[in-house]
């Protein structure tokens, strides 16, 4: 099986150019089945993730080709099915959920089951388009949706803060007939990009990034450009790995208006972080870092998908610190990994409390789930001798060529079979 060997203990030093975000390049590439003309988009990362979404809508009849930019064709789509075999690798798959039953009207999408890091329920996407004037019936394992008329905006009003939900709402409510307000919507700038993608292929979608969202319908949506936003997560994980290895790193594309709460955590370590228009300056001036407290939230907060990076940090800082998980109920698989390689980290409840120790010890880990992935490489970056981490899949389904981007910056890493 293909694993990744570091060899701890080596500062990052360098640049690193930061790639398009998974997390909006996923629901902008669903929303393509709703434009009736072709679309092109640039700066789509090429991941794991995104290839399971492209099979998806290719296997309903979109035309795909990747020359540079990644055009898609959905004027002839003859499928409307998110099958199991997909929906099981990629819980993201959902989101076709919303586009195809707006512009076709029907649409089967496979149940997406339990994961790694929680129950992880739909509830709230099926609830969504029942107000939305659709019919869902959940039987043998998939979601049949269908609606006898043109989908009916209402108001909506999410119990819990959702970002996928939101999203699937979004692309539903843009075909609807009259206006649809979203309520306690998320406000990840994931949401942001994929309504302005919306909008530049004619939908009219107001408030996106604050927690009410205006949608009024219109009839179809042409085509249309667009450049999917950087990764702040890959950008906060490289951040990780600096802050943990005593670094100094830039990097580039990426906008700082976009990860300010994981930017001030990072101060709070002590690095020094100069911010420019699209690049950010990262220095930890050869410093262990301070512990730092972290508690997830929805955006603005601080984010569920950088908790476990920052447990890396924490276990070579300077001090104890508590880093409490709200979003998900079972996200702690990496902790047990951690503690493989010398990491001082109990468990109470939903927050961690990790006690600084001066060097983790390289170890043969088991990587359980994508941010789990990144976690083990920030701390294999900064342990004394060999780390081997195995079942790197999950890396590969949201981080673009991570070694290479790591070998540049200096680190001993590499991909073995
Ligand atoms: C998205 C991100 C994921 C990130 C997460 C939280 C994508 C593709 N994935 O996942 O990387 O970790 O946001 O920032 O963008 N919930 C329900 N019922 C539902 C939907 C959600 O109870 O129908 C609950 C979830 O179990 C969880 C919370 O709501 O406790 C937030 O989950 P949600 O924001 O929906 O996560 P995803 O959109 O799946």
Redesign the pocket.
């Known amino acids: 099986m293909t694993k990744l060997v570091i060899e701890g203990g080596r500062p990052l030093q360098g640049d690193v150019r930061i790639s398009g975000a998974?997390?909006a390049a996923?629901?902008i590439l669903a929303a393509s089945l709703l434009a009736t003309q072709p679309v092109a988009l640039q700066n789509v990362p090429r991941l794991q993730?995104v290839a399971t979404m492209i099979e998806l809508i290719g296997g309903m009849g979109a035309l795909i080709t990747r020359n540079g930019d990644l055009t898609i064709d959905c004027s002839q789509l003859n499928r409307y099915e998110a099958p199991y075999e997909l929906v099981r690798s990629m819980?993201?798959s959902?989101?076709v959920l919303g586009p195809l039953l707006a512009r076709f009207g029907q649409a089967v999408v496979s149940f997406p089951g339990g994961c790694a890091?929680?129950?992880?329920?739909?509830?709230?996407?099926?609830?969504g388009m029942e107000l939305l004037g659709a019919e869902i019936r959940v039987e043998n394992g998939n979601i049949y949706a269908s609606r006898k008329n043109r989908l009916k905006g209402t108001t909506i009003a999410f119990e819990?803060?959702?970002?996928?939900?939101?999203?699937n709402v979004m692309m539903a409510a843009v075909l609807a007939e009259g206006q649809t307000i979203i309520k306690h919507a998320?406000q990840?700038p994931?949401v942001v990009d994929l309504a302005n993608f919306l909008i530049a292929l004619g939908a009219k979608i107001q408030g996106a990034g604050t927690d009410t969202i205006v949608i009024d319908g219109v009839s179809d949506l042409t085509g249309g450009n667009y450049r999917v936003m950087p990764d702040r997560?890959e950008a906060g994980t490289f951040l990780a790995a600096a802050a943990a290895t005593k670094g100094t790193i830039t990097l580039h594309d990426i906008s700082p208006a976009i990860m300010q709460t994981v930017l001030a955590k990072f101060r709070e370590t002590g690095a020094v972080i100069v911010e420019q228009e699209n690049s950010i300056l990262f220095d930890m001036q050869g410093k262990r870092p301070n512990a730092i407290d972290v508690v997830t939230s929805?955006?603005p907060g601080f984010?569920?998908?950088m908790q476990a990076q920052f447990i890396a940090v924490n276990s070579v800082a300077n001090g104890e610190a508590n880093v409490t998980e709200t979003?998900?109920?079972n996200r702690f698989m990496h902790v047990q990994e951690l503690q493989r390689m010398g990491a001082q980290i109990r468990l109470q409840g939903n927050t961690a409390i990790v006690t600084g120790i001066d060097k983790l010890h390289g170890a043969p880990v088991t990587a359980t789930d994508?941010?789990a992935s990144a976690c083990l490489i920030v701390a294999g970056l900064a342990a004394e001798g060999v780390t081997h981490v195995e079942r790197i899949h999950h890396l590969d389904r949201g981080y673009e060529r991570i070694e290479e981007k790591l070998q540049q910056l200096g680190a001993s890493i590499k991909r073995e079979n």
Do not use: W
């Not at 890091?117 to 609830?127: A, C, M, Q, T, Y």
């Open positions: 998974k997390n996923l629901p993730d819980r993201a959902i989101l890091i929680g129950s992880r329920p739909v509830d709230l996407h099926i609830k819990t803060v959702t970002v996928t939900g939101t999203e998320a990840e994931e997560i929805p955006y984010p569920t998908d979003i998900f109920e994508l941010r």
